[in-house]
């Protein structure tokens, strides 16, 4: 289908990610005005009781397509894509199956782990253990099972705050999830690579001034240093472009996907380790996939319109990882 579209920018939810969602709409929808198309914005609401007014809303909106800018739980995790696809809706980014599968850290290791991808170790952990002793030695990170965004990861040290063994009123995601995934933690250096269509774009250097890329560092202007493309071996930043890349087409993501890595530089190639793949990076003016975008060439709304027109068929970006 050849433009100018009529496109539903579908933004917002209940999931702790709401504000990066809005931001993420917002910008996308006024990208594409300015580049001549129709535009609907729908907030998904912030409560589930809300949310059940999205079929109607889709209904009387009547869009082309729907622009997929939610974040977390239900925009990211299949619920909204069956949904979609129930009601015969084109949609950008991911489907159901890939979205339920790449949301859930222990489902991605099983998908992609046995087909060579490097991952930490882990181990699922009832909250209430950790009270009682360390599932590993430390240092550990214990992150929830199916949350993005580095929403409620901990890093357990030797020296940390925390208590030996974790103090029960401690402040930490054991007070908000009942279960946890627990991991080795990799030393080193924080990663990622975007792809798009069927390219992996580059790899870039987060350096966040807090000592660790949590939300916060995410999402707040000035604290992290974005270094694009990284300062890397060629050996080690191709490794990670074709990891990326080979996950993208393994979990079956469509659009573009984000593969955030860890690297221990005193390893070499074997220090790499995938971490997750986010199927629905954020688009705000900090997000690291229009930032890879403007490196390759394509400005903010060149990006938004390729990932919509391999939605539509037509497909964005082929090169494969060079």
Known sequence: ??????????????????????MSGEGVAKALEARGHRV?????????????????????????????????VPGEDGTVQGLMDVMGIRYTHSGLTTSVIAIDKVL????????????????????DSLFEKDPL?????????????????AIVT???????????????????????????????????VAVLGDRA???TELKPKGGFYDFDSKYTDGMTEHICPAQVPDDVAQYMMAVALQSHRLLGCKGTSRSDFRWDDTQGIEGVFLLEVNT???????????????????????????????ALGVPALAGGAA
């Open 201 to 203: 774009l580059c790899v």
């Open 158 to 192: 030797a020296e940390g705050n925390y208590g030996h063994p974790i103090g029960r009123e401690t402040v930490g995601p054991w007070q908000d999830f009942e279960e946890l995934l627990a991991e080795p933690f990799i030393r080193g250096r924080e990663l990622t």
């Open 40 to 72: 609907t914005r729908v907030d998904l609401g912030a409560t589930p009781a809300e949310g059940r007014d999205l079929p109607a809303k889709l209904i009387a909106a009547s869009p082309d397509i729907v622009f997929n800018a939610l974040h977390g």
């Open 137 to 153: 030695p430390r240092p550990y990170v214990v992150k929830p099972v199916n949350e993005g965004s580095s929403v409620g990861v």
């Open 108 to 127: 991605t290791k099983q998908a992609l782990v046995p087909h060579g991808i490097p991952m930490p170790g882990g181990m699922i952990v009832k909250s």
């Open 1 to 22: 289908m050849s433009g100018p579209w009529h496109v539903a920018v579908l933004m917002g939810g209940w999931s702790s990610e709401r504000p990066v969602s809005l």
């Open 280 to 310: 629905q990076p954020g688009m705000t003016p900090l997000s690291l996939v229009p930032e890879q975008g403007r490196y390759i060439g394509l400005d903010y709304g060149a990006l938004v319109e390729a990932i919509i027109e391999e």
